[in-house]
């Protein structure tokens, strides 16, 4: 993660990650306001067919899936693009 202003990034890779339990938690002072939640891509192998995941940001610091599309698993998921506002 990176702070830069008032917002914060989140990039990664995550491997066999399950949903509903914390991938990592954000320290204190770079945690949202208010939770958020973002469409990931996420698939059954590298290169592989790819779907998606809605990985969540909440007020605790907690970052985790939610669930998996349907057409993906949890082979892989990437946290790029995630941003979340400190305000």
Do not use: H, K, M, W
């Not at 066999?16 to 002072?29: E, Q, R, S, Y």
């Not at 590298?46 to 809605?54: F, K, Y």
């Not at 899936?65 to 949890?74: G, I, K, Q, R, T």
């Amino acid at each position: 993660y990176r702070v830069v202003g008032t917002d914060v990034y989140v990039r990664g890779f995550v491997r066999n990650g399950a949903p509903n339990v914390p991938i990592f938690t954000l320290p204190v002072g770079a945690r949202p306001t208010f939770s958020d939640r973002f469409f990931c891509e996420a698939g059954s192998s590298v290169g592989g067919t790819a779907g998606g995941a809605s990985v969540s940001v909440q007020p605790s610091g907690s970052v985790q899936v939610e669930l998996y599309a349907a057409s993906s698993n949890n082979s892989f998921l990437s946290l790029a693009g995630i941003r979340v506002s400190l305000l």
